[in-house]
């Protein structure tokens, strides 16, 4: 038996500065995961994911992670998406220095 669709976002790399990016509803990327496009269906999940794919030279690698609604925005629902929303965990840099949405 296949499992329940549980909530996603779409999530890729920024193909020049690397950085964690988030598809939006309006289409548009962002850094920040609590402006991300919480996505609650399976057949639209695979369509964002397309959108996301079509673009290239902006967004590198997509993919649907698993997320939860939170009082913010999305949240993340494995560590490894936490990982990845934060940022380098050598020293404090990027989006360690601005603590808003980490």
Known sequence: MARAFTPKVV??????EGDVIYLTADNSWTRSLSAAELITDEAD???RLLEAQSQPKIAVGPYLADAKAGANGPEPTHFREEFRRTGP???D???QEATADV
């Open 45 to 47: 999940a695979q369509l």
């Open 93 to 95: 840099h990027g989006k």
């Open 11 to 16: 999530t890729a790399n920024d193909l020049l």
């Open 89 to 91: 965990s050598n020293y």
